[in-house]
């Protein structure tokens, strides 16, 4: 095993196992939560992802000269709810900074954040592993801070910024409440770092999606991942120097990034040279790192303290109230649901990946057993969602109205094959599962009177038939029972017909 | 004198993203370390005293999360040097990455 280290290409990362061998690996982890507020964090624009570019800004979000922050008390709000589910203690009495850098996607020239005193801190999320054992990763601080506008780099042959002309800037993002929670380092996870840091950022975003602060959408941008990586020689105490890979945007990704600077660090360190303390970036389709722009050293942001933002003091009620009012943990939900539903690890861990569970939980909080819950959302429903090429959660079926297909189901008003076209209705935008029913007269035809003259006709219709079923040759029935199943388009129990014709025939 | 050296003005005028001439280099550098030797009186201040960074007694100034009108685009960009496609046109930015 040689490293081999040329200036400007990177060595070929060593394995994490073999990283392991001489190093222990330390991390800290940051993540950056876009709160799902209406409005922004210091102003009244509306936060929404997606708008014409420059349509939801301010003088305020712009940055304009006399504008003045005006504190989102649901941010706030958001902020003490994500410490209290990390077990973070609140801050009795906490501000807000300015952080100084020069750079065109924040126009004020200074991020407002928090320094000294973040409204949470010292705390700890236990983060379930895959096999089974939970690893407690201690919580440094969540702060609250502001997000930056977005940047769109016109010219240069990959689009990136090296090479552009010109830059674009839309500013919409820009004000966007920004919670920024930060691990201290993560010890002693060895092999299994790259493994842990994915686990906390999902046991992470499981948490806040639950807490309904955040859209959590990694993909989108609203919930973002820095992953600070470095080794020190086996059984040291002091850390090594490290690097920040930056925005790593998918759970995948968190372990990856982590195994790739584990294994690059190692590479550098074992050819005798030294790592810089560095931005770096992480490219997905390769799975590589390569440094990111040179960043001020932490005393070049010149952190000094707000002057246009009061004090926050949460009272004790208001801590206190939200504390109460914080949901179940995921996956101590996930557990009380698996023994409630009597389901096996692999249902529920279907149900999980296929993103089911909360709908299956709604449709059955709407009334609708487990079993019957879980098999349409798992089965037929998933199966048309693949088909429309949507998430489960897109298809335009509520759990209110599952549950109503499913309970007309269970009263016999519909048999399992016409609840699928009442749904396939449903999703149609033919309006509730009760209007599919009457609207395209899919109810069972169980009214016996009817039924019953459904027979007299059929059997009237083929004399013969109905001569031979009265010597009894009681095969041939099928073909009455086909007729008048064809007669009340499929919508008659085919079992209860069988024995009206031959009650008639006796 | 609080010795504020020339590389001190350069690094400075550098995070400012201004561009000093070797003559303000010398110019500033004394303007700045005799400013900074001003504001040092704030260090006699002693430990038990809190420090002042807001000087009106409020605390807890919220504001309610609801939406309030945002600027029509063409005012948002009426100020600005150059525009393009509804967005700010800036200068590239070079050696530096997102």
């Not at chain 1, 003490?80 to 065109?104: H, T």
């Given at each position: 095993?040689?490293?081999?280290?040329?200036?400007?290409?990177?060595?070929?990362?060593?394995?994490?196992?073999?990283?392991?061998?001489?190093?222990?690996?330390?991390?800290?982890?940051?993540?950056?939560?876009?709160?799902?507020?209406?409005t922004?964090?210091?102003?009244?624009?509306?936060?929404?992802?997606?708008?014409?570019?420059?349509?939801?800004?301010?003088?305020?979000?712009?940055?304009?000269?006399?504008?003045?922050?005006?504190?989102?008390g649901t941010?706030?709000?958001?902020?003490?709810?994500?410490?209290?589910?990390?077990?973070?203690?609140?801050?009795?009495?906490?501000?807000?900074?300015?952080?100084?850098?020069?750079y065109p996607?924040?126009?004020?020239?200074?991020?407002?954040?928090?320094?000294?005193?973040?409204?949470?801190?010292?705390?700890?999320?236990?983060?379930?592993?895959?096999?089974?054992?939970?690893?407690?990763?201690?919580?440094?601080?969540?702060?609250?801070?502001?997000?930056?506008?977005?940047?769109?780099?016109?010219?240069?042959?990959?689009?990136?910024?090296?090479?552009?002309?010109?830059?674009l800037?839309?500013?919409?993002?820009?004000?966007?409440?920004?919670?920024?929670?930060?691990?201290?380092?993560?010890?002693?996870?060895?092999?299994?770092?790259?493994?842990?840091?994915?686990?906390?950022?999902?046991?992470?975003?499981?948490?806040?999606?639950?807490?309904?602060?955040?859209?959590?959408?990694?993909?989108?941008?609203?919930?973002?991942?820095?992953?600070?990586?470095?080794?020190?020689?086996?059984?040291?105490?002091?850390?090594?120097?490290?690097?920040?890979?930056?925005?790593?945007?998918?759970?995948?990704?968190v372990?990856?990034?982590?195994?790739?600077?584990?294994?690059?660090?190692?590479?550098?360190?074992?050819?005798?040279?030294?790592?810089?303390?560095e931005?770096?970036?992480?490219?997905?389709?390769?799975?590589?790192?390569?440094?990111?722009?040179?960043?001020?050293?932490?005393?070049?942001?010149?952190?000094?303290?707000?002057?246009?933002?009061?004090?926050?003091?949460?009272?004790?009620?208001?801590?206190?109230?939200?504390?109460?009012?914080?949901?179940?943990?995921?996956?101590?939900?996930?557990?009380?649901?698996?023994?409630?539903?009597?389901?096996?690890?692999?249902?529920?861990?279907?149900?999980?990946?296929a993103?089911?569970?909360?709908?299956?939980?709604?449709?059955?909080?709407?009334?609708?057993?487990?079993?019957?819950?879980?098999?349409?959302?798992?089965?037929?429903?998933?199966?048309?969602?693949?088909?429309a090429?949507?998430?489960?959660?897109?298809?335009?079926?509520?759990?209110?109205?599952?549950?109503?297909?499913?309970?007309?189901?269970?009263?016999?008003?519909?048999?399992?094959?016409?609840?699928?076209?009442?749904?396939?209705g449903?999703?149609?935008?033919?309006?509730?599962?009760?209007?599919?029913?009457?609207?395209?007269?899919?109810?069972?035809?169980?009214?016996?009177?009817?039924?019953?003259?459904?027979?007299?006709?059929?059997?009237?219709?083929?004399?013969?038939?109905?001569?031979?079923?009265?010597?009894?040759?009681?095969?041939?029935?099928?073909?009455?029972?086909?007729?008048?199943?064809?007669?009340?388009?499929?919508?008659?129990?085919?079992?209860?017909?069988?024995?009206?014709?031959?009650?008639?025939?006796? | 004198?609080?010795?504020?050296?020339?590389?001190?003005?350069?690094?400075?005028?550098?995070?400012a993203?201004?561009?000093?001439?070797?003559?303000?280099?010398?110019?500033?550098?004394?303007?700045?370390?005799?400013?900074?030797?001003?504001?040092?009186?704030?260090?006699?201040?002693?430990?038990?005293?809190?420090?002042?960074?807001?000087?009106?007694?409020?605390?807890?100034?919220?504001?309610?999360?609801?939406?309030?009108?945002?600027?029509?685009?063409?005012t948002?960009?009426?100020?600005?040097?150059?525009?393009?496609?509804?967005?700010?046109?800036?200068?590239?930015?070079?050696?530096?990455?997102?």
């Amino acid at each position: 095993m040689t490293a081999v280290s040329t200036p400007g290409v990177e060595s070929a990362p060593y394995t994490v196992e073999e990283v392991c061998e001489q190093f222990d690996p330390v991390m800290g982890l940051e993540v950056h939560v876009e709160l799902n507020t209406e409005t922004k964090m210091f102003c009244g624009c509306a936060n929404a992802f997606g708008a014409e570019p420059n349509t939801h800004v301010c003088p305020v979000c712009l940055g304009l000269p006399g504008s003045l922050p005006r504190l989102n008390g649901t941010a706030v709000e958001s902020a003490i709810k994500i410490g209290l589910a990390l077990n973070c203690q609140v801050r009795e009495r906490s501000g807000f900074a300015r952080k100084n850098y020069f750079y065109p996607d924040m126009p004020k020239n200074f991020q407002i954040s928090q320094y000294e005193d973040p409204i949470v801190f010292d705390g700890y999320l236990d983060v379930p592993l895959d096999d089974g054992t939970t690893w407690r990763v201690e919580i440094e601080r969540a702060h609250m801070e502001e997000d930056t506008g977005k940047s769109l780099h016109v010219g240069g042959a990959t689009g990136r910024i090296h090479g552009a002309d010109y830059s674009l800037l839309d500013y919409n993002r820009s004000g966007v409440p920004l919670i920024e929670i930060v691990t201290k380092p993560i010890i002693g996870a060895g092999v299994r770092a790259p493994e842990v840091a994915r686990a906390y950022v999902t046991a992470l975003r499981d948490v806040l999606r639950g807490l309904g602060v955040s859209d959590v959408r990694m993909d989108q941008g609203s919930m973002r991942c820095d992953a600070n990586v470095s080794l020190m020689p086996k059984g040291a105490t002091e850390f090594g120097t490290r690097t920040e890979t930056k925005n790593v945007n998918s759970l995948r990704s968190v372990e990856r990034a982590v195994r790739y600077e584990m294994g690059r660090h190692a590479g550098v360190l074992l050819s005798g040279g030294t790592i810089r303390q560095e931005t770096r970036h992480f490219d997905e389709q390769s799975g590589t790192t390569s440094p990111g722009r040179p960043k001020e050293t932490f005393a070049d942001y010149r952190f000094f303290p707000e002057p246009d933002l009061p004090p926050l003091e949460p009272s004790r009620d208001w801590v206190e109230t939200l504390r109460a009012a914080l949901p179940e943990r995921p996956w101590e939900r996930r557990a009380r649901i698996q023994t409630d539903w009597g389901l096996s690890d692999e249902e529920l861990r279907d149900l999980v990946n296929a993103d089911a569970l909360d709908l299956v939980a709604d449709t059955v909080d709407a009334g609708a057993p487990p079993e019957a819950a879980r098999s349409w959302w798992v089965s037929y429903l998933s199966q048309q969602a693949n088909a429309a090429g949507v998430a489960l959660t897109g298809l335009a079926i509520t759990p209110a109205q599952l549950a109503r297909v499913i309970a007309l189901v269970e009263e016999g008003t519909l048999t399992n094959k016409l609840a699928r076209q009442v749904v396939d209705g449903v999703l149609a935008g033919e309006g509730e599962p009760d209007d599919v029913v009457t609207g395209r007269g899919l109810a069972v035809v169980s009214d016996e009177s009817a039924l019953a003259a459904a027979v007299d006709e059929a059997l009237a219709a083929q004399p013969a038939v109905a001569e031979k079923i009265r010597a009894g040759k009681t095969k041939a029935a099928g073909a009455i029972v086909g007729a008048v199943m064809k007669a009340t388009r499929g919508q008659a129990d085919a079992a209860r017909v069988q024995e009206l014709v031959l009650e008639r025939c006796q | 004198m609080s010795d504020i050296t020339r590389d001190d003005v350069a690094h400075l005028a550098r995070l400012a993203r201004l561009a000093v001439t070797d003559d303000e280099l010398d110019t500033f550098s004394r303007q700045i370390d005799a400013i900074v030797d001003t504001v040092s009186a704030v260090g006699d201040i002693p430990d038990d005293i809190p420090p002042t960074a807001q000087v009106v007694p409020r605390t807890n100034v919220l504001r309610p999360d609801t939406t309030e009108p945002s600027l029509p685009r063409e005012t948002a960009l009426a100020g600005a040097p150059a525009a393009e496609e509804g967005r700010f046109r800036v200068p590239r930015i070079l050696g530096e990455e997102l």
